[in-house]
């Protein structure tokens, strides 16, 4: 529209109402966080910090990844502003220790999957005027477990976050006498793997779906814990958990927030066993596009409510607690493991000291 052809003009001596002079402040905020991550994906994805795993000019690299020197050149510079590559004083790139740690082929604590998850989750808000319209999308909740949020999950989490809470585990002094675990809803099997390798006395079941199982069994071969760890496939919200463990582990999953498997989780322990539960902390989302986030998409079978990290059936940590201290458990602590999470720490009521018959 042309500005000129308005019949009656606003006077050029009026302002905004809202005392704003800058209406575009917000998007060009968020284009910048667009152009920071499309930046470093394509980097990753295209082989550019593969071609700086030494010391390269700005051509060599180009001539590695097959890229373009004009777009090349401001890219690499806006990775060495955001600390994934340096520059040396003749022009040559090289990875940080942060890309060499995380964002290399290589790399011992590789977030391909995270990165892959992190993806998917933005296409999703490309697509968000059609399910604004329709609804989320609905993923089978097998497959996406499997394929996207447990490998995702295990990247993630190998990065200290396992190593801490076997730490506070193993620190418990009823840990060196425990001889059966079960990690409920454990997926990856990292925590299963860490605690066994603290306490060689100590054998552990992994429960999850079947269609997780396969992944899980994987990584335990990884780490040659086959003759101590095993899987039981089933799904906690219908089927029997089994009896006779002295410790029962759930990290971030719906089991650790729904009253209606304390039941369960109680007859799973021995007396005196206990129940160590990881969850990410409730408070209110500082971001509601977050929560956005979370009801873009859906699993089958599972109802999620509106806020992030909770389904259909749980309730706040404070109330859950309170539900477990009338369930027959004592809540001995709840200890913080990261930003977000922490452990509540819980007995079943019984013989003192953790039981070691199987059944």
């Known amino acids: 529209m042309d500005p000129t052809s308005s019949i009656n003009p606003f006077p050029l001596e009026e ?21 920071n991550f499309q930046a470093f994906v394509t980097a990753y994805e295209s082989g550019i910090f593969e071609a700086c795993k030494k010391p390269a000019p700005l051509a060599a690299i180009c001539g590695k990844a097959g890229t373009h020197p004009a777009i090349t050149g401001p890219l690499c510079e806006g990775l060495v502003r955001t600390g994934f590559l340096s520059r040396d004083q003749s022009g040559n790139y090289q990875v940080t220790a942060v890309t060499r740690d995380f964002f290399l082929a290589d790399s011992r604590f590789s977030q391909k999957a995270a990165i892959a998850q992190m993806k998917e989750f933005a296409c999703l808000f490309y697509r968000l005027p059609d399910i604004l319209q329709n609804g989320p999308i609905v993923y089978p909740r097998g497959e996406q477990f499997r394929e996207r949020i447990i490998p995702a999950m295990a990247e993630q989490s190998r990065c200290g976050l396992v190593q801490r809470v076997a730490q506070v585990i193993s620190s418990l002094p009823e840990f060196r006498s425990a001889r059966r675990l079960l990690d409920l809803g454990g997926g990856h099997g990292l925590y299963a793997i860490a ?147 922490v452990m509540t720490i819980a007995e079943k009521a019984g013989a003192q000291g953790a039981g070691h018959d199987a059944s």
Request: glycine share 10%; charged share 25%; hydrophobic share 35%.
């Open 15 to 35: 302002t905004p109402a809202s005392g704003t002079e800058t209406p575009l402040h917000f998007l060009e905020k968020a284009l910048g966080g667009l152009r």
């Open 195 to 341: 605690l066994t390798r603290k306490n060689p006395d100590l054998s552990a079941v992994v429960f999850d779906l079947p269609e997780v199982t396969p992944a899980t069994r994987e990584m335990i071969r990884y780490y040659g814990a086959q003759g101590r760890i095993t899987t039981h496939e089933g799904d906690f919200f219908r089927d029997p958990l089994g009896t006779g463990y002295d410790i029962l582990f759930s990290s971030s999953n719906p089991s650790g927030k729904m009253p209606a498997l304390i039941p369960k989780i109680s007859d799973a322990l021995n007396p005196g066993g206990l129940y160590l539960n990881k969850q990410v902390v409730d408070s209110t989302e500082e971001d509601p596009f977050a929560d956005l986030e979370w009801n873009l998409w859906a699993l089958e079978g599972m109802k999620k409510t509106e806020k992030r990290f909770r389904f259909e059936g749980s309730v706040p940590m404070e109330d859950y607690n309170r539900l477990l201290g009338e369930s027959g458990f004592v809540v001995r602590n709840t200890v913080p493991v990261d930003g977000r999470s």
